[in-house]
């Protein structure tokens, strides 16, 4: 199969082209990092196509796209909407909008362009899988979440719509909404940078790792065509919810 895997330069995406490269299947794999990106190809070797470009951008994002060979762009069977990312953990009045506006370009704004763009061939042939990596942030609302949250529950609500506009056809649309999982730059960059807090998260926390995701996404390329999985929330058994919050003296 040829699958296209976004942000594969570190973390989920890389676990991800990984594994799915060991089943023989064609790897497109995308990031910003090219010199990340070349180092995986030296190691993926001649099935896995690095394409460099910013997902927020869709002329950068066209033209990525339109550099594959022709064959190969037609042929997209499973198309993995990983890129994305949380930046900052303040509450939403001492927020800075150009975070803000960085998880909305790349969480949703991103993930629908090169959905725009892929979703027609598989619309063409008849046949394909969108596997988009949600969040359970998505799902439940927590302190400083705020439009990391909004972004994914967009990202829910869009595959759940994918899938009512594909009815009749050969497609299928699966939103995985993970919990807390380590092993990525996905806190560093949270918290921009400061390790100490980031590594605080996962103390003594026996997290979902990034193979983890990965054999979850194998499992889903590899399930029986008739089957659609809608959504998958995947939490570590160190996490459960916490309930509503009520506070004295208001
Ligand atoms: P990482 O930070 O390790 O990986 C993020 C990937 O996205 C990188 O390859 C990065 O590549 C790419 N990326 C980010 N912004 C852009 C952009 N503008 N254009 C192109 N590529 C981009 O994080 P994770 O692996 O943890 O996260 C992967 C996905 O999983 C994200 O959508 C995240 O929200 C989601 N998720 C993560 C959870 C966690 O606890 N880790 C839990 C639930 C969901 P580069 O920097 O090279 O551009
Ligand atoms: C990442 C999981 O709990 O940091 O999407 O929002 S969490």
Redesign the pocket.
Known sequence: MNILI?????????AMAKRLIKDNHTIIG????AD?LSDIKAELGEQFIPLC????NLDDTKSALDSLDKALLNNIDVLIN?????LGLESADKADISDWQAMI???IT?LVSITNLVLPKMVAKNSGLVIN?????GNYPYFGANIYGAS?AFVKQFSLNLRADLIGKNIRVTNI??????G????H?RFKGDNEKASKLYEKVDYIR?EDIADMVHYIVNLPPHININRLEVMPVAQTFAGLTVVKDL
């Open positions: 976004t942000g594969v330069t570190s973390g989920f995406g890389l995308t990031g910003r990092r990340k470009f910013d997902i927020g990983n890129a994305g990312l949380a370009n790349t969480n991103g990596i949600g969040s359970t942030a994914k909404e993970p919990g807390l999982c380590g990525t730059e996905f806190s960059i990034p």
